[in-house]
């Protein structure tokens, strides 16, 4: 018998590739990721994932999130896969998914009892390639803005807020919402307090991936401010650009006179926030938090309706719902 050395790409159109290539079509099949007894089958006792966060889950926590998962408006495929043999029961599949989150995407599926499980999975998005209507050479600022835009928080919200807090450990210090029942909680709390909070999601094609609230403090026409990102999209200045939403709106529409915010002192991606709407630092309050065994100073800001405006664009505010 001859003797099978390992890693070995298989062909295309062997009968492996094409089993394990369909196994990874399945799980993108909307019907199977509704369905708690497929992925059970197809998934490993012991499987684990890397989502684009870098967060890592177990079996029982994909197969919560995609339970709550909204059915996409264009169905994904696996695209140009390759299938590489690394031992007997053992297969590496590495393709790729279009769609408006198009990923690179990689797999290892494990063979016992005669059946394939996956074992592990990782996805790491890539920027999209959006077809561009031919009577435009290049895609604009102003098409880059309607993407994202600022709307109120809504109770069906919720399993986006979920996701957002398991992004990154750090989220633990915006709030406790880190299981599906604790979010829904955290969001009612949120809504269905307007007199004293007024929270506005921000968006990408209407899909939540960040905060920024209000306290509000009518008597004395003041406000505190906070917000979060989704682990994920931060960096993109989608905080900071919704922050001149809401300045802007308890500015113009509610005639508030005073907006403060407090940001840990070895926060900068924070203070960029901040500064860049035009918030000036009042103060420090030394040692006020204890972070991972180590007190850190907090910096206090304001703006006054008076202030000079910043220059920071906002994010469009959907005033339908207003």
């Known amino acids: 018998m001859e003797h099978q050395s390992f890693p070995a790409y298989l062909p295309t159109g062997s009968q492996l590739f094409r089993e ?28 684990r994932e890397i989502g684009a966060s870098g967060n890592t889950y177990t079996r029982d926590q994909v197969i919560e999130l995609l339970a709550r998962e909204e059915s996409a408006t264009e169905k994904l495929h696996v695209i140009d896969p390759a299938v590489i ?15 408006p989150r198009p990923a690179l995407r990689s797999s290892l599926w494990i063979r016992n009892q005669d059946r394939w499980r996956m ?8 920027i999209p390639n959006q077809a561009k209507p031919k009577q435009r050479e290049t895609t604009t600022a102003h098409d880059l803005v309607q993407e994202c835009t ?14 957002a807090f398991i992004s990154h450990p750090d989220m633990r210090r915006q709030g406790d919402a880190d299981t599906p029942e604790k979010a829904q909680s955290y969001v009612a709390t949120l809504v269905n307090n307007e007199k004293t909070q007024y929270p506005l999601a921000i968006t990408i094609n ?22 979060w990102m989704h682990h994920e999209y ?25 907006l403060e915010l407090g940001l840990r002192a070895n926060n900068p991606g924070s203070r960029h926030v901040a500064e860049n709407n035009g918030f000036l630092r009042e103060g420090i309050e ?36 207003f």
């Open 20 to 47: 394990v290539v369909g196994l990874e079509q399945q799980l993108l099949d909307i019907s199977v990721r509704s369905n708690e007894k497929l992925l059970l089958a197809l998934l490993h006792e012991n499987f």
């Open 85 to 99: 043999q690394l031992a007997t029961d053992l297969v590496q599949v590495r393709w790729r998914t279009g769609g």
């Open 119 to 126: 074992l592990f999975h990782q996805g790491t998005l890539t």
């Open 150 to 163: 600022v709307r109120k928080l809504r109770i069906s919200d919720a399993q986006e807020v979920y996701e």
């Open 206 to 227: 209407d899909r939540l991936v960040g905060l920024v609230c209000a306290t509000l403090d009518s008597s004395n026409s003041n406000a505190w401010l906070w917000y």
């Open 234 to 258: 931060r960096g993109r200045s989608l905080t900071t650009r919704a922050m001149a939403t809401m300045v802007n709106y308890l500015f113009e529409v509610r005639d508030y006179y005073r």
């Open 286 to 321: 030394r040692g006020k938090f204890l972070v991972d065994g180590t007190r850190v100073d907090v910096y206090a800001y304001a703006r006054l309706r008076t202030d000079p405006q910043s220059q920071t664009i906002p994010l469009p505010l959907r005033r339908e719902e």
